[in-house]
Structure formats: C-alpha cells, structure tokens
C-alpha cells in the first residue's frame, strides 16, 4: 500500500491544523494546479487530483481523526524520533565540551542570548490586489498581457500576466512573490489580479452565455428564413420561424462561453429587424402595394 501524506500535499508542515487552514492550503493548492491554468500538464493534472482528494478526508471530522491515526504511524513516528536524535547530539555535544573543556562562560551565553533576542522576526510582504480588463475573445482564447504598476517609492513596474483560456469573468490571477517585499527576510507578498471580462461589439457575456443580435428584413421576419450567424468559433445556421418578431431570441445550446468544467453556456441570438432607410422606386411601390392590401395592424390592443 503507498500512503499518501495528505499534509505535504496541501503544503502543511504538521497535522495540528484547523479546519480553516486545511481551506486555506486546500485553495492555494488547487488555483496553482488547476488543468485551466496547466493545460496539458499530466503532473499538474495528477496533482490536482491528489489535492482534492486530501481536502476530502481532512475537512471531515472523522476521516480526519482516522487518517492521523495512520498518519503518525507512518509520518509522525520518524518526525518525532529526528527531533529526538537532533536534541540528543545536541545535548552530547554540550556534555563533551564541558568534560574536556570546562563549562560555558557565562557572560558569553548571557550576551549570545540577549543577541537573539534583539533578533526581530520575520515579516511576509502585504500582498497587492489589482484589476485588468480584457474582451471576451481574450479570455475566451487566452492572452498574454503586460500591466504596469506604481510602486511605493513612485517608479513603474511591469508585470507579464498570462491569461489562461477560458477565463472566469471577476477571477483572480495570483503571481507569487511580486507583492510588496518582506522584512527582516519574510517572504514578499503576492499580486492578485482581478481580471473583468469586457463586452464587445459583436457578443455580450452574461453568466456563461454569450447574447449578440441576429438582424433581419421585415420580409424574412415575416415568410421566414435560415439566416448565417457567427459564435465566438465557428460559424452557423439558424432557422428563423415565419411571424418571427424583433427582441425574441433564438437560443442555441453549448455555442456560448466556457464554465470552467469543460461544458460551454448557450449563444443566443436576439432578433432585430432592420429597416432599409432607403427604397427603390420598385421597392416604394411594392411596400405601397402592400399597405393597401394587408389587414396587419399593430396598434390595435388585442384583448
């Protein structure tokens, strides 16, 4: 049987933890692995796996208690006998120098220890929240982007930020250690970039469907048509119904913008009939004729 440390997995160094730090370490670990940002990856793909597997027995009491239970026979065990044997020779290697060479002096160990304590601890860099706007066929295909950003001492920086395919519109790209820097040698924060998806002229995204307008002629509204319209990635047909009136939609299935979960929304098409603003005298006469024998009027509530 190959034991899975489901503590390494998540970056955690022990398994006294809260339920709160499992979350946490369970949501870093599977933004950094997750196949959308590691497309093609099989080792990203494999890991991520794991990741969600050990935030299922962690974040559960009881398989919780019963995975530690294997955990330090199989991890804990070691841990403690190498913290054992790291004490022992230390403690060995003090009783050697006071045999052959006679007891510390004091006033050193005195200064040594006032020494460490004007040691001052270790500070992690505040991480930096900023926000880019993309167009739809960015997010929808992927994009690399370069941003600049005022540092705290007035000078620009620049930043390389690949957008991975199939954005989700308010995500968060995380770009490890460029925050603001650590001190005392803490680690630097992080930059989290809030990327918004902007609508185009030719598509409009709402949740995971992407709307756009179908424009026809009065004629083909009112005998009916197949009309050519264009998704993000491909071209289509669609049938308009005869009697078809402007603002009703026309929804085709998985034709709209990805969910993250390898299924696409929906395209829909709102209908717009266009009017031409300018006739021939043919066309005058027909639309005259028209009028005179058609009964149709709009006006009239029908109750």
Do not use: C
């Amino acid at each position: 049987m190959i034991f899975k440390d489901y503590y390494k997995i998540l970056n955690l160094e022990t398994n006294k933890v809260t339920a709160e730090q499992i979350k946490v370490a369970y949501r870093e670990q599977a933004k950094k692995y997750h196949p959308d940002v590691n497309v093609g990856n099989k080792n990203a793909e494999e890991r991520f796996k794991d990741i969600n597997e050990a935030y299922r027995i962690l974040s559960e009491v009881n398989s919780k208690r019963k995975y530690d239970r294997m955990w330090y026979n199989y991890i804990g065990k070691k841990k403690a006998k190498a913290e054992d044997n790291s004490h022992g020779k230390t403690s060995i290697v003090g009783d050697f120098f006071n045999i052959f060479f006679g007891s510390v002096d004091n006033k050193k160990m005195e200064a040594k220890t006032t020494t460490s304590k004007n040691i001052k601890p270790a500070v992690k860099g505040e991480n930096i929240d900023t926000e880019i706007s993309i167009s739809i066929n960015d997010a929808f295909y992927g994009a690399d982007k370069k941003i600049s950003l005022r540092t705290v001492n007035g000078t620009m920086r620049s930043f390389d930020v690949k957008i991975p395919a199939g954005i989700q519109n308010h995500e968060k790209i995380r770009l490890i250690g460029q925050g603001k820097k650590g001190e005392n040698g803490g680690k630097n924060g992080d930059l989290f970039i809030k990327i918004n998806i902007e609508d185009t002229s030719d598509f409009k995204l709402i949740g995971y469907d992407l709307h756009k307008y179908l424009p026809i002629t009065p004629w083909e509204a009112a005998l009916g048509t197949k009309a050519s319209l264009s998704s993000i990635d491909e071209s289509l047909s669609v049938i308009v119904p005869k009697g078809t009136q402007s603002g009703e939609l026309i929804r085709i299935p998985g034709k709209g913008y990805k969910d993250g979960k390898g299924s696409r929304g929906d395209l829909v098409a709102e209908i717009k009939i266009m009017v031409p603003k300018e006739l021939s005298d043919k066309e005058t006469e027909l639309f005259r004729n028209l009028s005179e024998v058609s009964h149709f009027e709009p006006r009239i509530s029908k109750i």
